[in-house]
């Protein structure tokens, strides 16, 4: 390939995620005509940029990222603000009290709070992460409970009807709760329908409800919608989100923290 060639695909796929940007979605047939090349060559653009995690291919085009969060690896998550994702653990790590029994979702966000749990606290911990019971057999003061349930090596969460009938054993004092998707509007939602089910018998079954994500995850929506935010009363997140979504948080009445 020459270097003229090189150079007409990096702009050609500069121009098919700036058409993504703006109207949200592309098809083939429109951008092979726009851009004089042939449907083989916009779906092998399409290809590359799907596997750098830039867009997501449909059936004849493909969508914009934010249009539905994506159910990436644990790998891949860890990677992604990270350093939000760290300020947002040792906060919410603080609303944790002496005596307190607590549910730890899965997600990258509730390992930063399970690594920054008071060595101190004496308190019961419900998680259906192995990554997070993980961590958290290494504090002495925690008596941690997984529920049964198959595994989603996605997320290395514990799954299904086995799951949720454990959870439904309990009653606690607070659900800190990780999400893909999150807006004013719509609500909590994740890519993956076990993980929702499970996430609204958490809900159900907790006195406080504490959302934690970053910012990056406003005014997406995922595939499988948990639960509208007048089941939540905290989010903490970073100074990023978006200004309006903040306003219509507190006058719905939830308490938003920023890490």
Known sequence: MSELDKKTTVERRVIILDRLESKGQVDVSSLSKELGVSEVTIRNDLARLEE??????????????????????????????????????????????????????????????????????TL??????????????????ANVIIPGGFLRKNSLSLVGATAEESYRNYFCDKLFIAVDGFSA????????????????????????????????????????????????????TDSGIPTEEHKKLENAGVQVVIA
């Open 124 to 141: 019961t911990v419900i998680t259906n992460a192995l990554n997070v019971a993980s961590i958290l057999a290494e504090h002495k003061n």
């Open 185 to 236: 509007a719509h609500g909590l939602s994740t890519p993956n329908v076990e993980e929702a089910h499970l996430n609204r018998v958490m809900i159900e079954i907790s006195k406080k409800v504490i959302v934690v994500a970053d910012s990056s995850k406003f005014l997406k929506r995922s595939f499988a919608f948990i639960a509208p935010i007048s089941d939540i009363d905290v989010v903490i």
């Open 52 to 121: 750098k995690k830039m867009l997501i291919r449909a059936r004849g085009g493909a969508i914009r990222l934010d249009r539905v969060a994506v159910d990436f690896d644990l790998s891949d998550k860890n990677k992604q603000h990270y350093e939000e994702k760290m300020r947002i653990g040792v906060t919410a790590a603080k609303l944790v009290e002496e005596g307190d029994t607590i549910i730890l979702d899965s997600g990258t966000t509730t390992i930063e709070i399970a690594k920054n749990l008071s060595a101190s606290n």
